[in-house]
């Protein structure tokens, strides 16, 4: 048996997850090896190339916040940038942009092979090896060993991934890729639960062939945005999308189709994405629907390939020609790629813990699609978590973990671990109970420091950040001290802003909190200075939402007690007298870190949790004789 190298971290897959997690550890001073099924697709975007959105945008930004690459990597790579729901609150604002997928590959796959303590290789790992419960390497198919630590699985789709399309199956990943076929049963022999889960996506067609005068123009914005903070990108050349809408031809021919339809014949065994169903489960769910939207995306700037977002399929590609000329737009298009559908395994998350380390293989961790998810930023999230924490047991130094008040990273892996999930998971706002103080625009507010605490921020970002940090403060401070009084002068100068004349004095600050003032008028009209767009909204935010982010914080105040109240690592529930049959089955498999989580769990009660409150009082008295 060759021994082919040693390593403090191994990562299994270099896909979003892979490739946060092996920079978190090698930026973290660990001796790091990224794997991969094929150097040619590093970062590959098999579905749609595009990034954020509702709160996947926020995933991306807290990302980068921490010191994560795909921020920056998006920004390098965009041909096209918008902010959505605009029209509604800051909190639920976000970024989303349509990516160069080929220059997305290349440029993250510079950054990982030119990585310092990071190596990458072109292997296929069958085989996970352990001693006493604890990691100790992989095995490679060609029969040699690296010796490792901690391994993170980031495998993605490729687990036993089948390829289904029409009545034709086979073995393989996205763009026809191998899958890997012993690594699951590797997992399972020591001990690892896996699910079955599936995705999918659409037919691929010559932008040659598209009428875009039948559809609805996309732009990006005329504003420049990026998701890092480090992006100093002031102009870019950006490529629209375009809208069109399925109609009842459409919908009749995929009807009339449903007995070829692997998800109706039983051919697709896996479960499906309920918040991104194929086109088919969109007619039978959705019937008395007439017309389902459509968004035709560029792939790149240098590629006729365009992606017909909202019509995932894996019909026949004889049928997949026949329903997409019946649309505006489509109606001599040809395909260059078939949609199709892929099945693969995946971890029951609840086998992790908070950390995505196994609870019973130490040195172990899962991220990305093997856990459940979908999507390239749930992903990415959680590689970077998955790498940090891998990076601190090399360090022998406590988990980082963000909480649900501190974090959208802290709401999805909470979910996971958990709830779990019987569902490609995805993230959305309404997942976060706290997103009034969970938003895009305050992530590097928010993360910072922590990220600058466990390693992953440089002096270059640190410094950007305490310097908006300060700005933000000094302009706060500035508004709570000018004072302004009823003068003539002044109401004049109100009446210029279109607001209401003063009855006593009072400070910018509170004028700051009326509907139709922001700062820029006040700076106009009472010769406050120039501040940067970053800052100015911070400033906004922070006045005129006040009152509801102080209640939220009163809230996340309150929760974090039950937070605080750590629960014993080897507690057995099964002895704790008045715990409930349903609440001792599931706090013995999630086996929660705090009351908080274990208050989360389905199936545990407000009245377990007292009791398990009163468990913990009696042993610390306990501890205490």
């Known amino acids: ?98 990516a160069d997928k080929q220059l997305y590959h290349v440029s993250m796959k510079e950054t990982v092979e030119n990585q310092e303590n990071l190596t990458v290789k072109q292997l296929l790992i069958d085989k996970i090896l352990t001693s006493d419960d604890t990691v100790t390497g992989v095995q490679v198919e060609t029969g040699e060993i690296y010796e490792s630590k901690c391994i993170i699985i980031a495998s993605g789709t490729y687990l036993r991934g089948k390829v289904i399309l029409g009545e034709l199956n086979y073995s393989g990943g996205p763009h026809g890729q191998r899958a890997a076929e012993k690594l699951s049963d590797s997992l399972k022999e020591i001990g690892v639960k896996l699910m079955r889960f599936k995705t999918g996506t659409p037919a691929r067609v010559d932008r040659r062939t598209v009428d875009f005068s039948k559809m609805l123009i996309q732009p990006g914005d005329e504003d420049v945005h990026n998701f890092s903070f480090m992006s100093d990108i002031e102009t870019r050349e950006q490529i629209p999308c375009w809208l069109t809408y399925t109609n009842e031809n459409t919908h009749e021919i995929i009807r009339s189709n449903l007995h070829r339809a692997p998800m109706y014949t039983g051919i697709i065994e896996g479960t499906g994405p309920r918040y991104c169903p194929s086109i088919e489960d969109k007619v039978v769910r959705f019937a008395e629907k007439t017309a389902h939207q459509l968004f035709v995306e560029p792939e790149g700037s240098h590629t006729n390939e365009m992606y017909v977002q909202g019509m995932s399929t894996s019909l026949p590609i004889d049928v997949q020609h026949a329903f997409l000329r019946t649309i505006p737009g489509l109606e001599n298009v040809e395909i260059m790629r078939p949609g199709y559908a892929i099945e693969y395994d995946c971890v029951d998350p609840t086998q992790l813990k908070p950390s995505l380390e196994f609870k019973a293989i130490k040195g172990l961790f899962s991220a990305g699609q093997a856990n459940g998810t979908s999507g390239y930023e749930e992903a990415a999230a959680q590689g970077l978590m998955a790498g940090i924490n891998a990076a601190r047991i090399i360090k022998a130094e406590q988990p980082f973990i963000l909480t649900r008040a501190e974090a959208y990273i802290g709401v999805l892996i909470d979910d996971l671990v958990t709830k779990g999930t019987n569902e490609p998971y995805r993230m959305m706002t309404s997942r976060a109970e706290y997103r009034l103080i969970l938003r895009q625009d305050n992530a590097d507010l928010r993360l910072t420091d922590k990220g600058r605490q466990i390693g992953l921020v440089n002096d270059e970002r640190y410094n950007r950040f305490v310097t908006k940090r300060d700005d933000i403060e000094k302009t706060l401070n500035l508004l709570s001290e000018t004072m302004i009084t009823p003068t003539a002068e002044n109401q004049a100068k109100l009446a210029a802003l279109g607001s209401a004349e003063l009855r006593t004095g009072t400070t910018l600050y509170d004028l700051l909190r009326r509907t139709e003032i922001n700062y820029d ?53 099964s002895q704790i007298h008045g715990l409930a049959g349903e609440a001792r089955q599931k706090l013995g498999k999630i086996r929660p870190i705090s009351i908080g989580q274990a208050a989360r769990i389905s199936g545990v009660t407000p009245a377990d949790i007292s009791i398990l409150m009163i468990y913990l009082e009696q042993e610390r008295r306990k501890g205490e004789n």
């Open 521 to 573: 008028g006040l700076r106009e009209q009472f010769g406050l200075p120039d501040i940067s767009s970053a800052v100015k909204l911070q400033v906004e935010i922070t006045v005129k939402y006040e009152g509801y982010i102080k209640k939220q914080i009163e809230q996340v105040e309150r929760s974090a007690k039950l937070e605080a109240k750590m629960l014993p690592e080897d507690i057995d529930y």
């Open 1 to 98: 048996m060759y021994k082919a190298g040693s390593y403090d971290v191994i990562v299994i897959g270099a896909g979003h997850a892979g490739s946060e997690a092996a920079l978190a550890a090698a930026r973290m001073g660990c001796n790091t090896l990224l794997t991969t099924l094929n150097m040619d697709n590093i970062a590959m975007m098999p579905c749609n190339p595009a990034v954020g959105g509702p709160a996947k945008g926020h995933l991306v930004r807290e990302i980068d916040a921490l010191g994560g690459e795909m921020g920056i990597n998006t920004d390098k790579t965009c041909i096209q940038m918008r902010m959505l729901n605009t029209g509604k609150g800051p909190a639920v604002h976000a970024l989303r942009a349509q």
